[in-house]
């Protein structure tokens, strides 16, 4: 590629140490936040952050959702969160969002509200220039937590949003989990926080929190919370679902487990033990859905929280409609294999390395974190106990459990949680037609009896210790220099006619961002290559680079903050990046090799190929897609680039002319 524009943002490194903990303590709480009850029973959370700058976060949360509701009372949770916004004591019928619309707080990104099974949430974000902004948002909070106005008229105006909400939501998903939800919390049934953010003075705001909300009443009738219990299964359970509008096959193995505690350090070494198995686990399949003739799409899971009373292991994959079986075969050889080998060594060593590589990029960014994420944070400890150290506890813990984590440990919870068919539910979710091999209950079953027999080999890690580049590479000369003083901007021209930008900022503490562009992109290709051209960048990026494939690439870049993607647009063909500073090395390699020993994989190219396939078989049952390629193939005039993909255009695309459109 000539003329190449690369501009490069660059940042400072930090880095922090471990010392050994006592697991068996409680996990401590950030001592930068400042947490009370009132008499009242409401509880706050009060943080000083400046990210981003004269803005505050306020946060109302409800310990109660739609399992509060008696059966006669279903949807008075959602419309109770809708009327909210529709009169208060002192703000009546639309003066709220009218009055926070006028400072410049909008609704949907800035000023919204959720209803859940367990909870109900109400989020803003202010403007903090002047107190009484600040001060009519917890007017706000307040009003929301026992002052709604529920006016009459609102609430028959209300009630119709809210049913053309569900309205809107009956799509093919929400169809399907109706079917399959009624196996999966069998026998089960599915109280206030204040919240504030922002670059303020702690102390001052908490007393402000203090005498706005001990105004609030203890209400002696209020329902009292109540925990409900999803039981487990000794059975399999087993659901197969449909819907006209589906256009997508997958297949699922969801485990429910005993609500996991979070109250000493041990609970969270626990959890990054699991994380470090998840991440082994996706690892191997995401490398078998790269291979050709591949069983699934895509597949994944891990653990994570079902309900307020159960936790869970999921793991599911996106399949063909003719490869049901297939998947699930392999799936649940996957499982046996971990189960009964655990992992490698190698593969634990790269995600260590992720996994710190991880902790450590956002310990280094602390002081650049959103007050969003600390409001999100302090809402989930309120209403199921998250813990929160701070990152300055979790970077120490993380570099210590992770330095100490074995092979052996980690590979035992295969052993522990991977139990076969019990207390599985097994879901299969497809497209409404005639002809398909769907499995039955008694399949599954008798796959999960088999597999305990089968003769599995151990997994086998392939790795390679061959540099990305090996050719010692011959430096380029600086031919001109140009700098612009106000905007600090430095302009660097090669000899090879690449044009280099460069500009410090302080935006990030640990990140660069690259990017690059060429003239050319898809409009100067043939019309005969325009799917293969528009499609190039996508094949090259799954293809890997030289001598490496896709998973070799990815297992050779464990352990680094690095990525780089070609891109291709109607004009302009280059790369997209980032890294961290410590990677800036391995970035320019990347660069240099996309630009010098681009690589075509063919398994990977086919595995690609089918997976658009699949997606576009079934695409006509979908209303909203089938409106939408309509309308932007008219709003083109009909232009040969607008043209909604089919199968037969799709065939079209051809490895080796995408490979020489990039």
Known sequence: MKKLLLIAFLWSLYSSSSAQIDVNAPIPIDTNIRIGILP???????????????????????????????????????????????????????????????????????????????ETVYMIQIPTDKNEIVDKGLQILQDWSYNLAFDSMEVEKERGVVIEEWRIGQGAGERMRR?????????????????????????????????????????????????????????????????????????ELLYKLPRETNVQIKDFKDDIMKQLFS???????????????????????GFGSL???????????????????????????ELERIRRYGFAQTELDRVKLEALDNIKRAYNERDKSPSAGFAREYVSNFLTKEPIPGIEKEYEYYNLFIEQATLEEISNLGKIYLTGSENCLALITYPEKSGLDIPSSEDIKKMFSDVKVAKLEAYVDKV???????????????????????????????????????????????KILFSSNSQGGWSITDRKDFYSAISADAIVDNSGLGEFDATMLDKMLAGKTVNCTPSITALYQGLNGSCAPKDLETL?????????????DDDAFAASMEARRTALRNKSVNPQSVYNDTVNYFM??????????????????????????L
């Open 464 to 510: 390679s210790n061959k540099p990305l580049i090996e050719a010692t590479l011959k430096p380029a000369d600086i031919i001109s220099e140009e700098k612009n003083e106000k905007y600090g901007i430095t302009k660097w021209k090669f000899k090879n006619d690449i044009t280099v930008t460069v500009k410090p900022t302080d935006f990030n503490n640990d």
């Open 40 to 118: 009242n029973g409401i509880k706050y959370y009060v943080r000083k952050n400046s990210k981003p700058e004269k803005r505050a976060e306020f946060r109302l949360a409800v310990n109660a959702g739609s399992n509060f509701e008696e059966d006669n009372q279903q949807g008075i949770a959602h419309l109770t969160e809708h009327l909210a916004f529709n009169g208060t004591k002192n703000f009546k019928k639309n003066e709220l969002i009218d009055y926070l619309e006028s400072v410049g707080t909008k609704f949907g990104p800035h000023l919204n509200a959720y209803t859940s099974f367990d």
């Open 307 to 333: 309900v307020r009373t159960k936790s869970s292991f999921d793991l599911s994959a996106r399949c063909t409609e003719t490869k049901f079986r297939v998947a699930l075969k392999v799936v649940i050889d």
């Open 279 to 301: 991440s082994m686990m996706n690892a191997r399949l995401d490398e078998i859905s790269r291979k050709a003739d591949a069983p699934f799409l895509s597949a994944g899971g």
């Open 179 to 251: 079917q399959y939800w009624p196996l999966l919390f069998k026998d089960s049934r599915y109280l206030m926080a204040v919240v504030a953010v922002r670059d303020f003075d702690p102390i001052e705001m908490e007393k402000k929190i203090i005498a706005q909300f001990s105004k609030v009443p203890v209400k002696s009738s209020t329902k009292a919370w109540q925990a409900y219990e999803v039981p487990a299964s000794k059975e399999l359970i087993y659901s197969a679902v449909t819907d006209k509008e589906n256009t997508s096959s997958s297949i």
């Open 588 to 600: 320019m390699e990347l660069i240099y090799g996309y630009h010098t020993m681009p690589r075509i």
């Open 636 to 661: 083109s005039g009909y232009h040969y680039a607008a043209r909604p993909m089919t199968l037969e255009l799709l065939d079209s695309v051809k490895s080796d002319r995408a490979l020489g459109n």
